[in-house]
């Protein structure tokens, strides 16, 4: 319904559409909402935390990335949060919404990560993030922490926004999108010791609420010209904001990626394949990467007679918490390697080829850390990797490539979900245009690299085309899409 319209006898500023009613009336903990331009994300945000301005001890906060960033909700919260509170008043340099009931409704950045800080010792019965994506996963989960009741008989719950794309792209989608099914609910189960030492188990839920323009029935009607402006733009960017496809972004690095399951076993355009017997005279390469606050990576790959390299098995040291490491001494991950190579049907018995980053050999600060692996009694020996960045991303792309027949000269075990997880989401660095952004989850793309650079091959000379997948508006009939365009 249009702002101002009159409903029963009453003024009505805003009305939900049927997507935005669903994500509003949501009970689980988290809720995300978009996924493609149009939906009406930012008036559902706005107007859900509205939604307590009654009580007097209610406090809200929408984020943004940055100030300037939020011109556009405190433009558009004008409009609602007056109409709906004549009284209200608007503190720009408090960037503040005071309410007649006491109740209170902030606009936040967080530019850096430190600046969550700014935020601490506060509390908000709700928390909000307008385009998700560009927040890191610290920064967001960092608000659990400031989102308690301020008094009796407020609901403390988060809702966030998104499209595809962005620096916090891979970690939105694995919480939200791959997590679970679209509209249905993703429960966790926590345990929590007390003092006493007796156990307690907590469960929160999440749900992400799929919505593109075709839901935004208004926006259609009062510019239908915005459906063909979606359609114009070039391809990453069309799937990613009229599709909602989270495969596809503007600014992703692989865009040759394709992971098809109904291809898993012809391996026919998809780098993603069911698992299979290595023949025992392909050779086996080892990768690895170190890291200990941040992420470990070992990769076992195969060669075959041809030269097509196949990421087999992985080990990779995360937690649940996207970019985390588990902080595992170099000995116990050597141990954990050789543990794998016995028991892998597919590795053992056979000779093991290992490569990693050359920083691991490095000695200024005492026993290197492949020293330390050297002499456990495992014995993992490895060889430094040519860490050339731009040379090591093209192997990629050469790699990536499907020659006309929709064969690629490199495949992924569909059991390697981390690496199917970061590879696809990796984005370029906005200053140094022509390598990847290396605040992002990389660490299996670098220790794929150096594998790659191990078995380097030349650009393929002519690229086949990826198949077109199926485009709503091209199977619009005629007399609809004619109609439709001339409201």
């Known amino acids: 319904m249009k702002d101002n319209d009159v409903k029963g006898g009453r003024r009505v500023v805003w009305s939900p559409q049927e997507r935005q009613a669903e994500f509003m009336q949501r009970g689980e903990y988290e809720a995300l909402y978009g996924g493609a331009a149009g939906g009406g994300k930012s008036d559902a945000l706005l107007a859900e935390a ?8 209610y406090r809200g ?22 109409g709906a509170y004549p009284a209200a008043r608007y503190n720009k340099t408090k960037h503040c919404w005071s309410f007649p009931s006491g109740a209170k409704i902030y606009f936040g950045a967080m530019q850096h990560k430190k600046d969550r800080l700014n935020y601490q010792g ?31 008989g407020t609901r403390v719950y988060i809702r966030a926004t998104a499209n595809p794309g962005g620096p916090g792209h891979s970690w939105v989608k694995q919480r939200f999108i791959t997590a679970g099914e679209p509209m249905k609910p993703i429960i966790e189960e926590h345990k929590v010791k007390k003092p006493d030492g007796a156990e307690i188990i907590i469960r929160k839920s999440r749900v992400f609420i799929p919505a593109s323009v075709f839901d935004n029935k208004e926006l259609l009607r009062n510019d239908p010209e915005y459906l063909a402006s979606l359609s114009m733009l070039p391809t990453a960017e069309r799937k990613a904001l009229l599709y909602g496809d989270w495969n596809s972004f503007t600014g992703q690095v692989f865009t040759e990626w394709r992971d098809d399951p109904e291809h898993y076993c012809d391996r026919r355009w998809t780098h993603v394949i069911a698992p299979f017997e290595i023949p025992r005279h392909w050779e086996i390469v080892r990768g690895f990467d170190f890291g200990y606050t941040r992420p470990f990576s070992v990769g076992w790959y195969a060669v075959d007679t041809k030269g097509c390299i196949y990421r087999i098995r992985e080990y990779y040291g995360c937690t649940d918490k996207a970019n985390e490491g588990i902080r595992l001494e170099p000995s116990v991950i050597a141990e954990n ?45 490895w060889s430094p990797g040519d860490n050339a960045r731009i040379s090591g ?12 027949d929709g064969e690629a000269m490199f495949y992924c075990f569909n059991t390697c979900r981390e690496f199917i997880r970061t590879i696809p989401a990796l984005m370029y660095d906005e200053k140094n245009v022509e390598d990847i952004d290396t605040t992002m989850e990389d660490h299996i793309y670098d220790e794929c690299r150096y594998v790659l650079m191990e078995h380097p091959i030349a650009a393929p000379v002519k690229r086949g085309e990826v198949p077109a997948g199926d485009d709503p508006l091209e199977q619009r009939k005629p007399e609809r899409a004619e109609s439709f365009y001339m409201m």
């Open 337 to 381: 390697i050789r543990k794998i190579e016995r028991d892998d049907p597919n590795i053992r018995g056979r000779n093991v080829y290992g490569v990693a980053d050359p920083s691991i050999f490095d000695k200024s600060r005492g026993e290197s850390v492949a020293d330390l692996m050297a002499r456990s009694p495992n014995f993992i020996i």
């Open 61 to 82: 906060i929408i984020f943004r990335k940055t100030y300037p960033q939020l011109t556009e909700l405190e433009d558009r919260s004008q409009t609602l949060y007056k």
């Open 393 to 404: 991303k093209m192997q990629y792309h050469n790699r990536l490539a499907f020659n006309s």
């Open 50 to 57: 509205l939604r307590q301005a009654d009580k007097a001890c």
């Open 122 to 152: 506060k509390h908000y019965d709700f928390v909000g993030f307008d385009e998700l994506t560009q927040f890191s996963f610290d920064e967001y989960s960092y608000m659990f922490s400031r989102n308690r009741p301020g008094g009796k």
